[in-house]
């Protein structure tokens, strides 16, 4: 799934501590749990890939995924019982969020099925980019000509990962890009109520939706799963909700600003387990176009860090 750690102000407010708790700033553990979520990604990433390689459709995968993590979430709640956190008033924007959310992972997935995981995560590393051009219509933001350039940039990165046009293109190298794009439209969504909404009740709400979604989208691609595939459904439904979770907990010790770089570890692990699940390895053209993408994307958080010292101060 694309990396849900986006730099700049975006992150801020989309993981903030849960209510109650005080955030108490540790670097250096802030860092070592997003190092973590980012093994626990890529590995339900790997898992997805091996699930689509065994011709298990995406929305048999999605599926998997939402129905673990929801029946996990719920778990958690039910034990907790911190009933009060599941309050809202912003019922419709919990529903746009899970449609961009299970936009994104279907996308994703189904780019799985025909790309390296390393390819495919690199591309989807652009979904910063595509914040700071959705920041503006749905946030009514202003973005200056150093953002607008950065993200251009991060764009030429893309099209190196994809390189339209020569030999080795296929049209599913676009559909990591366009599952960064419903991330993004997921994130703004996110910060739109993150002023009212815990940080447990926009995760359940969106996984819960999701589930029921596709549930109801299942029979248009009806597989009978096997104890193999339901094995690593859960498994990819377990990582993925503790990688979701850790990168919640990570925000608690440090900032979007410190926590971003680290995030594209994430492609360093896709390319570990593409090696050796798959005997699959990014070429250099990736290579040069994923740190392309990263560069834009940290210079874009370094902006928004700037603007955000100007607007407090």
């Not at 108490?24 to 390689?53: C, E, H, P, Q, W």
């Not at 447990?200 to 709400?205: D, E, G, S």
């Not at 390895?281 to 958080?301: H, K, N, Q, R």
Request: glycine share 10%.
């Amino acid at each position: 799934m694309p990396s849900p750690i986006p730099p700049g102000p975006v992150s801020e407010t989309a993981h903030p501590a849960t209510p109650g708790s005080l955030r108490r700033d540790n670097a250096l553990l802030g860092i070592g749990v997003m190092l973590l979520a980012t093994i626990f990604l890529s590995a339900g990433d790997a898992a997805s890939k091996y699930l689509a390689a065994q011709n298990v459709p995406a929305l048999h995968i999605v599926w998997l995924r939402y129905a673990i993590s929801g029946a996990i979430l719920i778990a958690i709640v039910g034990i907790k019982r911190d009933w009060g956190s599941f309050r809202t008033r912003r019922a419709g924007l919990h529903l746009l969020r899970g449609i961009g959310a299970i936009g994104s992972s279907i996308l994703f997935v189904s780019a799985l099925k025909q790309l390296p995981i390393a390819d495919a995560t690199a591309t989807s590393f652009v979904s910063p980019l595509f914040v700071t051009a959705l920041s503006i219509p749905m946030l009514g933001e202003r973005v200056g000509w150093r953002r607008w350039l950065a993200t251009v940039v991060g764009l030429i990165g893309v099209l190196i990962v994809v390189r339209p046009g020569g030999s080795g293109f296929q049209l599913a190298s676009l559909l990591p890009a366009l599952s960064a794009l419903c991330w993004a439209f997921s994130l703004i969504v996110t910060r739109l109520m993150s002023g009212t909404e815990s940080p447990i009740a926009t995760v359940t709400y969106s996984t819960v939706f999701g589930a029921l979604v596709m549930t109801l989208l299942l029979p248009l691609h009806w597989v009978t799963p096997t104890w193999e595939i339901a094995l690593v459904g859960f498994f990819i439904g377990a990582v993925s909700t503790a990688g979701h979770w850790l990168v919640i907990v990570a925000f608690r010790y440090a900032g979007a600003s410190l926590l971003a770089p680290f995030s594209y570890i994430q492609l360093f692990w896709a390319s570990l387990f593409g090696f050796f699940l798959f005997a699959a390895l990014p070429d250099a053209w990736t290579l040069v176009g994923a740190v392309i993408i990263a560069s834009s994307g940290l210079y874009t958080a370094h902006r928004e860090r700037i603007r955000a010292k100007q607007v407090l101060g």
